[in-house]
C-alpha cells in the first residue's frame, strides 16, 4: 500500500486566486496522476506523469498545470480560480499497474 | 475509448444481505479490473483486482469479484454485509499497454442498515 499525502485537505478562496494542491508520495514510485471527482461521477484523469520531468494531460480538459521535479512531489496549480474549478481533486501513484490514492483536496470556489 | 458502467447508482440492503454490484465494461483486449472502496470520509481504496489467471478474485473484507470475459463483466459480491460496508464503490478498467489510463464508473453507493 503506498502513502501518499495530499494538502490541503479542504480549501476554499475566491475568485482569481492562484492555488496550489500539494501531492507527495513516500514509495518512489515514477508514475503519478491527478484526478478530479464530482459526486455521482466517474473520476476524470486530468494530468499524469511518467517520471521525473515528464507531465502529460489527461482526458479531461483541464485550466490547471503541473510539474515533476522530484519523483515523490507532483503539485497541481490553477492560475486563476474559478468557481467552475469547484471539485475534489485526486492524486494518485502507481506500481506494477496498481494505483494507489492519496485522501484528496475538496476545493470550493466562491 | 473504454467506457465502464456500473447498473446500479445507489443500493440500499439490511445487515447480513448478501451485496452484488455490477460492472460491465466496453473494451474488447485484455484488461485488468478493479473495485475500489471509499469509506465516508476516506480515501479510495483497493478492494481487490485481476490481472490474469482464476477469474474469481477475493479481496480484503470478505469481498470478491468474478471476471466473466464473454459478458465483458466484473461484478463484486459479499455474502453477508455489515454496518461498515456503507461506501461508495468503483469499478475500474484499465487496458495493459496503456499504462496510464484507468477508466473508472460512476460508483455505487452502497448503505447499510443496522
Known amino acids: 500500500e503506498a502513502d501518499i499525502y495530499q494538502t490541503p485537505r479542504y480549501l476554499v478562496i475566491g475568485t482569481g486566486k492562484k492555488i496550489t494542491l500539494e501531492c507527495s508520495q513516500t514509495?518512489?514510485?515514477?508514475?503519478m496522476y491527478w484526478y478530479q471527482q464530482d459526486p455521482g461521477m466517474e473520476l476524470h484523469l486530468i494530468h499524469y506523469?511518467?517520471?521525473?520531468?515528464?507531465?502529460e494531460k489527461g482526458d479531461l480538459s483541464s485550466e490547471s498545470t503541473v510539474s515533476r521535479i522530484r519523483t515523490e512531489h507532483f503539485p497541481l496549480t490553477l492560475e486563476s480560480a474559478r468557481p467552475s474549478h469547484t471539485s475534489q481533486y485526486l492524486c494518485?501513484?502507481?506500481?506494477?499497474?496498481?494505483?494507489?490514492f492519496g485522501p484528496g483536496t475538496r476545493l470550493l470556489v466562491l | 475509448a473504454q467506457s465502464v458502467s456500473q447498473h446500479n447508482h445507489h443500493v440500499i440492503l439490511s445487515e447480513a444481505a448478501s451485496l452484488e454490484l455490477g460492472c460491465n465494461y466496453s473494451?474488447?483486449?485484455?484488461?485488468?479490473l478493479f473495485w475500489y472502496v471509499q469509506y465516508p470520509g476516506q480515501h479510495l481504496q483497493l478492494l481487490l483486482k485481476?490481472?490474469?489467471?482464476?477469474?474469481l478474485v477475493k479481496g480484503i473484507k470478505g469481498f470478491e469479484a468474478e471476471f466473466i470475459k464473454s459478458k465483458f463483466s466484473f461484478n463484486l459480491r459479499k455474502p453477508s454485509v455489515q454496518w461498515s460496508d456503507t461506501a461508495e464503490y468503483f469499478c475500474?478498467?484499465?487496458?495493459?499497454?496503456?499504462?496510464?489510463?484507468?477508466?473508472f464508473g460512476a460508483g455505487t453507493t452502497v448503505t447499510v442498515r443496522a
Open positions: 494518485a501513484s502507481s506500481e506494477m499497474g496498481t494505483q494507489y
Open positions: 506523469s511518467y517520471g521525473v520531468n515528464s507531465t
Open positions: 473494451y474488447g483486449g485484455t484488461v485488468n
Open positions: 485481476y490481472f490474469s489467471g482464476d477469474p
Open positions: 514509495m518512489g514510485h515514477d508514475k
Open positions: 475500474a478498467v484499465k487496458a495493459p499497454l496503456n499504462d496510464y489510463k484507468l477508466s
